[in-house]
């Protein structure tokens, strides 16, 4: 057996090792003795002690430390190469005019970020500022459109009829269970929002005021609305605003503010400007945080007006073609804009809803097929849209046709034919399996 070690240590723990039994010092010798020594990591000695870690600068303290060095290595050049002239301080100038805004507006840009670096950073396939519309095309669109349109009103002429039609009812019940009349708004409350229409009349970035925030959780949140004037928003607060009321409201209030002061402001602002601005291109993407306030209180209002230009509904449409939307609400518009009467915009939507590929009920396919069917008696010499529309359904949902609708949808061809597309839907047509009428069965939706 080998020679046990003894133990380290003064006198007493000798002494003491000696009168310990070997099972025990076996068991002690093949155990992990636990240690006091810490170890520090880091280099202590230059670092004092290195028991602090290393702290890095942020990114706006960065930007600035760099700012403020490239304007003083400008002011060495100035004293020392005097045949510059004062350009060096020119820029310095400009430069810390725009350093002294930061401090305030970079907190600020944190939470309400603006959209300017984001519009520069998306390339012609995210956004497209110009639209190039087709003379021809424009004007075979013109046919199909409401010869006789209702008398288009300013936004602050609809806000103000809806509030006061809503105001009149809730004074005439009030006057009935109380006795009394409805009391108008306070002084103080008038006060505060027309403040607040000033601010949003020269909103570019940054926070907006808190009594704005609150106008979704009002009951009177319309009549609020309308002292705000929307139609002097910037194109900035509008996206905010769409923000707020997208989020917080409910989706019929949704979209009562989508139909009464979004849609009036991107048809003006296109009309007035042959694009839309991108703050408002946003607002309409963000406004898709409820798509069934979208589709009633944008789209469907729009194609019903019977006065959709081609512009408009490429502009709109392309929003549809960027963004994901949920089946039953893309299901439920496709069966609408079938049904309603036809506008050359209606051939846009359809074909983009279309394009997404989703698995649809039998009663829609066959709605869309109703709907091209229903031209049949139609001489009028249909836009190029309504046939690339029709190659579409056919290629997306042939197989979900059956043989007696292809059958129609041939002898359609034969009263409106295009030299190109024509073929392709008739090979397309002809092709194909159909769908077994005996033993139908529905599209389950996902």
């Known amino acids: 057996m080998p020679k046990v070690k003894r133990r380290r240590g003064t006198g007493g723990a000798g002494e003491a090792a000696r009168n310990v039994s070997l099972a025990e010092q076996i068991i002690d010798g093949d155990s992990v003795k636990p240690t006091t020594r810490v170890k520090r990591r880091g280099r202590g000695g230059q670092h004092g002690g290195g028991e602090q870690e290393d702290q890095y600068v942020d990114e706006k303290l960065s930007r600035r430390i760099l700012e403020q060095a490239r304007i003083q290595q400008e002011e060495l050049e100035a004293e020392h190469c005097p045949g510059k002239g004062t350009e060096p301080k020119k820029e310095k100038t400009t430069v810390l005019g725009s350093g002294s805004q930061d401090v305030d507006s970079d907190a600020e840009d944190d939470e309400w970020p603006t959209l300017e670096k984001a519009a520069a950073s998306m390339g012609k396939g995210e956004y497209c500022e110009e639209v190039t519309v087709d003379p021809e095309d424009e004007r075979a669109i013109e046919m199909f459109m409401n010869k006789n349109p209702p008398l288009r009103l300013t936004l602050a002429d609809i806000i103000m009829e809806k509030i006061t039609e809503k105001q009149t009812e809730v004074e005439t019940m009030m006057s009935e269970i109380s006795g009394h009349p409805m009391p108008q708004l306070d002084p103080r409350v008038l006060e505060v929002y027309k403040g607040v229409r000033e601010v949003l009349s020269k909103y570019r970035s940054g926070k907006l005021p808190k009594a704005f925030k609150i106008i979704p959780a009002l009951s009177n949140w319309e009549q609020i609305l309308y002292i705000t004037e929307p139609e002097t928003w910037t194109a900035a607060a509008m996206y905010q605003a769409t ?77 549809l073609a960027k963004c994901s939307i949920p089946v039953l609400h893309s299901s439920a518009a496709k069966l609408k804009l079938a049904e309603m009467e036809y506008s050359g915009a209606n051939s846009i939507f359809l074909r983009l809803l279309i394009d997404k590929k989703y698995a649809l009920p039998f009663r829609v396919v066959d709605a869309l097929v109703f709907h091209f069917l229903a031209f049949q008696t139609d001489r009028r010499t249909l836009p190029v849209l309504w046939h690339q529309c029709l190659l579409t359904l056919v290629q997306r949902y042939k197989e979900d046709l059956s043989s007696e609708q292809k059958e129609s949808l041939l002898e359609l061809l034969k009263f409106h034919c295009h030299p190109q597309i024509s073929a392709e839907i008739r090979r397309e047509l002809v092709n194909s399996k159909s769908r077994d009428v005996e033993g139908l069965q529905p599209v389950a939706m996902e």
């Not at 601005?277 to 209180?297: D, E, I, S, V």
């Not at 469907?300 to 502009?315: D, F, K, M, W």
């Open 243 to 319: 923000r707020i009321f997208s989020s917080n409201l409910k989706e019929r209030m949704a979209q009562r503010f989508y139909n009464l002061v979004l849609l009036p402001r991107v048809r003006d602002d296109i009309a007035e400007y042959k694009r839309l601005n991108f703050h408002l291109y946003m607002a309409l993407k963000k406004a898709l945080f409820k798509p069934g306030a979208w589709f009633k209180g944008i789209l469907i209002p729009l194609c019903e007006s019977g006065t959709c230009t081609l512009r408009e509904a490429i502009i709109i449409g392309s929003i």
